[in-house]
């Protein structure tokens, strides 16, 4: 455990030393996206099938270093260590984000704003005025706007010009395509289903919502209502009942008459597409009363998640009313859901499916628990959508309760290779910017086809060593993913609970310190060698390390990279430091007592290398471009049978072993 720890806090003090100032390419200079790789090898789809690429504003790409932002989640801090702790590992065990702590930071909002999630009010509510003199419906939560969020920022963004000539193969169905649509926070609207469609052709719905209605409506498809937060209120009358409302496009926010954060228990949201129906604002949440995993302070735009509706929301955008983000401002808040287990899916499930969230946000999506009145926690799908331009984009962590018994579930993208997500430009002034992290009480985690691009930190498996009972070893998954263009890590493997049992069919492509400005190396994946398992056709072409491996106690078989009879079939392939020593496997033991680091073999057969055979070194420091480095482990065997020589081309400035 002490060894763990100490490696882990070594690495990340090593790698990010001097990372505050975040992302600094030009993402108009960088590479087109990359086409996906299938089960074979060939190409499955364009990223941009699923995409409309990165769909921040220019300012917010660059917008982290200039924020003041003195704290984010302490459970989220991807390692670092926090107020003295020896190491990030063992940081904020009992939550992820110190809810007490982050609520005084919020000097801003309005202190007199509060929203109770409750339950739906009785159905016999009353009409109170507000403080704008409207009549509304007294519900079960009230909202009173912070004025100080602001009007919404939709500025047209600019966008990568994918004329780059890609260096990849598989590349050459899409190279040279252009981006499409460049509407800030949108995807291309080529696909969308309600484009150009007027009331006749509206689809089926309970309520129908219009921004350019008049006020008063009875969101009937002749009469819509004005405002989401009216479809809300009426919803409300329906206690127990999922009910779904069609939102035309229009930009949803306070000056329409919005009050946020738009509470939905089983009020499904279909928009006419991710560029043409926009909700933009945020109001304040006090999660305390709810607690759970997350019992913080914050400011949220939507809330989500019933213990036996399901909630969708699709083909529309969910933005802060800032263009860069903002300290524990959160898109997309779910914290309810069937995760326990009171019904079977997909009852009780929170999908996003054709979903813009970003840019604004200190995270983009969470996926949390209530315990108050009784243990619930989110079970939330997520596909074909954009998660962008905030410090993290999703963070899945349950728990919350003393029995620790209140789990999450969070899928993203399914067995269908059209169901990825991208998720993009995760940057923050002074901490990491985490595509994706995979926290405490996760008990289902599956993450296929989809894109982490643009950041520090493409995905990480980052719990405590808390356990959802009776689940004392979890499986998670990363299958036809791609990772590119990260900065520190692409995918980060080292958990106590969680277990990554497959890591398969992904690409790892252009993970660079290069892209972060803190020197050092980045690595493609880092894992503990006990953390892990089966690790077949990857490709690792071209990052400063592919693969660094280390050691803890050893409850299980070690990672497989490949056996003699059952071949790995990875591609390892131009990998090297541009500063420092790196290479394609640098495996290291226990650096103060090797004698004490785990004594077995290592199988990495029927790969792929930069040599034949590949090269097996023991000196420190290795040499850089090496294919194989095994440091302080000198009871260690690797083998390396049935290795083959890689011809993969290499991205401009790489050379083979090099």
Request: aromatic share 6%.
């Amino acid at each position: 455990m002490l060894r763990r720890l100490a490696t882990f806090g070594l690495a990340l003090a090593t790698l990010l030393v001097g990372c505050g100032t975040g992302l600094s390419l030009d993402p108009e200079a960088v590479d087109p996206p990359d086409t996906e790789i299938g089960d074979g090898g060939g190409t499955i789809r364009t990223n941009d099938a699923a995409e409309d690429n990165d769909p921040t504003d220019a300012s917010a790409r660059d917008a982290d270093g200039a924020m003041d932002a003195p704290s984010r989640g302490d459970g989220a801090d991807a390692g670092r260590t926090d107020g003295g702790e020896t190491s990030g590992r063992d940081a904020d065990a009992a939550a992820t984000f110190d809810g007490a702590g982050d609520a005084p930071r919020e000097t801003t909002a309005d202190p007199t704003s509060d929203v109770s999630l409750d339950a739906v009010p009785d159905p016999s509510f009353d009409v109170v005025k507000d403080s704008a003199g409207d009549s509304r419906p007294d519900a079960s939560f009230d909202v009173f706007n912070d004025a100080t969020t602001g009007s919404p920022a939709d500025a047209g963004d600019a966008r990568r010009d994918a004329a780059d000539v890609s260096d990849s193969p598989k590349d050459s169905a899409q190279d040279g395509a252009p981006d499409g649509d460049a509407d800030a926070g949108a995807r291309a609207d080529a696909a969308d289903t309600f484009d150009g469609c007027n009331v006749h052709c509206w689809p089926d719905a309970d309520y129908y919502v219009d921004a350019t209605a008049p006020p008063g409506g009875s969101g009937s498809k002749q009469q819509p209502f004005k405002t989401i937060t009216a479809a809300v209120q009426a919803h409300a009358a329906s206690p127990g009942v999922a009910k779904k409302a069609y939102v035309a496009p229009g930009t949803y926010d306070e000056t329409l008459g919005e009050r946020f954060p738009l509470v939905l228990r089983g009020l499904s949201l279909e928009g006419a597409g991710q560029g043409r129906t926009l909700i933009v604002g945020a109001g304040r949440v006090d999660h305390g009363a709810e607690g759970g995993s997350m019992p913080s302070l914050v400011t949220v735009t939507v809330v989500v998640g019933e213990r036996a509706l399901a909630t969708h929301l699709s083909n529309l955008s969910i933005r802060s009313p800032s263009p860069v983000p903002v300290e524990n401002y959160y898109g997309v808040f779910c914290d309810r859901g069937n995760a326990s287990g009171e019904v079977a899916t997909p009852l009780g499930q929170t999908h996003l499916d054709q979903v813009t969230v970003g840019p604004g946000y200190a995270l983009d999506v969470a996926v949390a628990t209530s315990t108050n009145p009784s243990s619930t926690g989110c079970n939330m799908l997520i596909t074909r959508s954009t998660i962008t331009a905030a410090w993290r984009g999703v963070l899945a962590s349950g728990c919350g309760s003393p029995a620790n018994d209140d789990p999450v579930m969070l899928e993203m993208g399914t067995d269908d290779p059209s169901s990825g997500n991208t998720i993009s430009w995760m940057n923050a002034a002074d901490d990491l910017g985490v595509g994706l992290i995979l926290g405490d009480c996760l008990i289902r985690g599956s993450f296929q086809y989809n894109t982490f691009r643009d950041s520090l930190v493409g995905a990480q498996v980052a719990d405590t060593g808390l356990v959802s009972s009776p689940h004392t070893r979890v499986n998670v998954s990363f299958k036809h993913n791609v990772f590119e263009r990260l900065g520190i890590f692409g995918l980060f493997a080292k958990g106590y609970t969680l277990f990554a049992d497959e890591i398969s069919d992904n690409r790892f492509r252009s993970v660079t310190s290069a892209f972060n400005q803190t020197g050092g190396r980045a690595v493609a994946l880092s894992l503990d060698v006990f953390d892990v398992g089966k690790i077949r056709r990857n490709e690792f072409i071209g990052n400063d390390t592919a693969v660094e491996a280390s050691f803890d106690t050893s409850p299980a078989a070690p990672a497989d990279f490949g056996t003699a009879q059952d071949s790995g079939n990875n591609v390892f392939r131009c990998n090297s430091a541009r500063e420092g020593a790196g290479g394609d496997v640098l495996i290291a033991g226990d650096r103060l007592d090797p004698e004490l680091t785990w004594t077995g073999t290592l199988r990495f057969a029927g790969n792929a290398w930069d040599h034949m055979p590949p090269t097996l070194l023991t000196v420190d420091p290795p040499p850089n471009g090496v294919d194989l480095s095994l440091l302080y482990a000198p009871h260690i065997d690797i083998d390396r049978r049935n290795a083959t020589l890689s011809t993969a081309d290499c991205p401009s400035g790489r050379v083979p072993g090099q």
